[in-house]
């Protein structure tokens, strides 16, 4: 592994052991696994149809209520404490940096993600699942949390306040989850523009098996100008 | 050789001039003292040339090297402890030096090494597995101290590394830091002049983040009885209640 690799890898061993010393990331498991559990329980026995799509909605739901308590303090906690110094005069790049903690967030929500699994094996056990929706549904919520991570990083870097990082990052997600609501009410192209903001337009088809290149590119580009605005926000001192 | 070089170096933070066109040099082994009063400048003068800020005008040299066009190069020669030694509170002391030892590049046996040669030239023997929250103030300043010549750098750089600590952990800091001056250069900041006066080859005085002068200082007062009277009487009495 080269030099930045490995400096990059113990960042991240770092964070992830941070976010799992706290209490923090096992209750937003908890939430989350418990929440998505009776989703689907319910939807199994009212619905009877080996689909997971209120679960990718939901999940999605969960996400912006619960990203927001992943990212809040990687940075703000960091300069509040005083040990953004440490690491930002250690032989690193801002960049490498922000990737680390990245990936950290990503793993747990990965790591939680993941449990849902479960849900996919008993519709497989029990019923002869359509596994394109599922797939394509797995790739719209890490698509989403990716999304998600990188905007509440850059919030996080712009404050030393963990709980105004949370707050602001869940004002953001909830008003671009949703901008589509407000589009309805203007007039084209007003319309189009914003409904282009929209996570759930954009979140949407990936949850009812449909995969567009748009879409893919539009949380691709979220992600990136999200992480390229933490870098710059770290740099601007 | 000068390890650090600071030329007109400038800091603005909007209308407010904090560091106002700063030279000056700092030589190999040298404990060079900054000192001033609050709001003189002298940590901001340390985060630009640990690299933490950026210039507005002026350059610092480490070692030859600009420490903002080159930064990686400048910081792996700088050792750094901020102002109240921030640390990771949930490791224990040799995870945490681990961590920063990797952060800087050194891995394997080296790295074994480089921590067992720090945690003795600091005395953290006994608090080597220690959770570092639970560490008293003096033995945090130590585990900072030892973060930051894991790596033997050519410059190390304190910020007002006294602030909080009782007396005696003061008399051991003093006697530390002339111990670590023998292998590299050491900037340190103070408001209490006694302290620098005691600690520094050289110092420079700053006011409104403008440099007044750079003063030698004299060979006696730095081989002036350590611990001074005032100390020998403290030591004795709190060592002499300790022993009861």
């Known amino acids: 592994m080269s030099r930045v690799g490995s400096q990059v890898a113990t960042l991240v061993g770092k964070e992830v052991r941070t976010l799992f010393t706290s209490p923090i990331a096992y209750a937003v498991i908890a939430v989350f696994v418990v929440l ?22 939901q999940s999605a739901v969960q996400l912006i209520l619960l990203v927001p308590l992943i990212t809040m303090r990687q940075f703000a906690e960091e300069r509040r404490s005083g040990t953004l110094q440490i690491l930002l005069t250690a032989p690193l790049r801002e960049f490498d940096i922000v990737t680390a903690k990245f990936i950290a967030c ?41 999304a998600l991570v990188s905007i509440g990083l850059m919030i996080s870097a712009l404050t030393a306040n963990q709980i105004v990082a949370a707050v602001v990052s869940l004002g953001l997600f909830g008003i671009l989850w949703a901008i589509d609501t407000l589009a309805s009410l203007l007039p084209q ?20 098996g449909a995969m567009y290149l748009s879409d893919v590119g539009f949380f691709l580009t979220v992600i990136l100008l999200g992480l390229f605005l933490t870098v710059r926000a770290l740099a601007r001192r | 050789m000068a390890v650090l070089t600071l030329d007109r170096l400038s800091k603005r933070f909007g209308a407010r001039l904090a560091v106002d066109a700063v030279s000056f040099e700092v030589q190999e082994r040298e404990v060079f003292g900054l000192l001033g009063p609050n709001g003189s400048g002298k940590s901001t003068i340390l985060k630009l040339v640990t690299g933490y800020l950026y210039p507005s005008s002026g350059t610092v040299r480490v070692g030859g090297i600009d420490v903002v066009r080159a930064a990686r190069a400048a910081r792996e020669r700088i050792g750094y402890v901020p102002e109240d030694s921030p640390l990771y509170g949930h490791m224990r002391v040799t995870e945490y030096l681990a961590f920063m030892g990797r952060l ?28 570092i929250e639970r560490l008293s103030r003096g033995y945090r300043q130590r585990v900072s101290l030892a973060q930051a010549v894991l790596h033997k750098p050519e410059l190390l750089v304190l910020d007002e590394p006294g602030n909080g600590l009782d007396p005696l952990q003061i008399i051991e800091l003093r006697g530390l830091l002339r111990h670590l001056a023998q292998d590299c250069a050491v900037l340190v900041t103070s408001h209490i002049l006694a302290e620098i006066e005691r600690t520094a080859d050289r110092v420079a005085i700053l006011l409104d983040g403008r440099l007044l002068t750079v003063e030698q200082i004299a060979p006696q007062t ?15 009495l709190t060592q002499a209640k300790a022993m009861q």
């Open chain 1, 36 to 57: 998505s559990g009776y989703t689907f329980t319910v939807s199994l026995i009212v619905g009877k149809q080996a689909t997971l799509v209120h679960i990718f909605f």
């Open chain 1, 106 to 146: 990503m793993t747990v929500l990965l790591a939680m993600t993941s449990l849902t699994l479960v849900y996919a094996g008993v519709l497989a056990a029990y019923g002869d699942p359509d596994w394109g929706p599922i797939y394509s549904g797995y790739v719209g919520l890490v698509m989403l949390s990716a």
């Open chain 1, 189 to 208: 192209p007003f319309e189009n523009w914003l409904l282009g903001l929209s996570l759930l337009a954009h979140f949407t088809p990936f949850a009812v």
């Open chain 2, 104 to 131: 800087r590049g050194i891995a394997g046996r080296p790295l074994d090494r480089a921590i067992d040669t720090a945690i003795e030239r600091l005395s953290l023997g006994t608090v080597r597995t220690t959770i």
């Open chain 2, 222 to 236: 730095l081989a002036a009885p350590v611990p001074s009277p005032l100390e020998a009487l403290f030591l004795e």
